[in-house]
């Protein structure tokens, strides 16, 4: 199995029924800014599916190599174009830029999380001690033009199976990373999550209600 091709992580109660992620409860959600510029890119004569799917491999390489970097590993590259690979070797740069004054260290990578009140689960992107405040972080890695509120309704998913998980955490984060070499990154810390995680769980009630009626 290739790195481009991998299975996406399959969530199971311990009682062996499957769940779904918590991107794809999000799934059901309208994107307004999504639809925007798909709309925008129409009237160009450009195929948004084709921009959507080269901007989904460089998010996905991007967040394969800082995850590597964090593990002390090398991500093979080799089955991405070279201009892919340079976007999101930008936003490694970017990251190293942030980890200089925000030195972490991991405690979970890339793990899968599952809720048994809510029945979902998740693949949270780094759980870490900040080194300069021994504070527990959890982080989420985006490399998109901006922060959507959906980023938040996956955040507040994302601690809850922490909690679940007898994690405790001081801090929720997420750090966006430039793909493009003027752009930077952005870092919004987050406080309480509670209202969020009510439209998660009402997404989350749509999406089985849904699933009931096919």
């Known amino acids: 199995m290739t790195n481009k091709t991998r299975i996406h992580t399959i969530y199971k109660l311990k009682s062996g029924d499957r769940i779904p992620s918590v991107t794809t409860v999000l799934g059901i959600l309208a994107k307004p800014a999504l639809i925007q510029w798909a709309w925008e890119l129409g009237t160009k004569g450009i195929d948004y599916k084709a921009v959507r799917d080269q901007a989904g491999d460089i ?114 984060m997420i750090l966006r990373i430039g793909r493009d070499e003027v752009e930077g990154f952005e870092v919004r810390s987050l406080g309480d999550l509670s209202k969020a995680f009510e439209i998660f769980k009402n997404c989350l009630s749509i999406y089985n209600l849904q699933k009931g009626i096919k």
């Open 59 to 172: 998010g996905t390489l991007a967040h394969a190599l800082i995850i590597a970097d964090l593990k002390g590993d090398k991500f093979d590259t080799s089955e991405y174009s070279a201009q892919d690979i340079q976007k999101a070797e930008n936003c490694l740069i970017k990251y190293w830029d942030w980890a200089k004054v925000n030195p972490i260290k991991s405690i979970l990578l890339e793990t899968p999380l599952i809720s048994e009140v809510y029945q979902f689960g998740g693949t949270v992107d780094c759980f870490a001690e900040r080194q300069d405040t021994k504070e527990l972080v959890l982080i989420d890695f985006k490399t998109g033009k901006a922060i959507y509120p959906e980023h938040l309704y996956q955040l507040s998913a994302y601690e809850q199976l922490l909690k679940e998980a007898d994690f405790r955490f001081d801090q929720t």
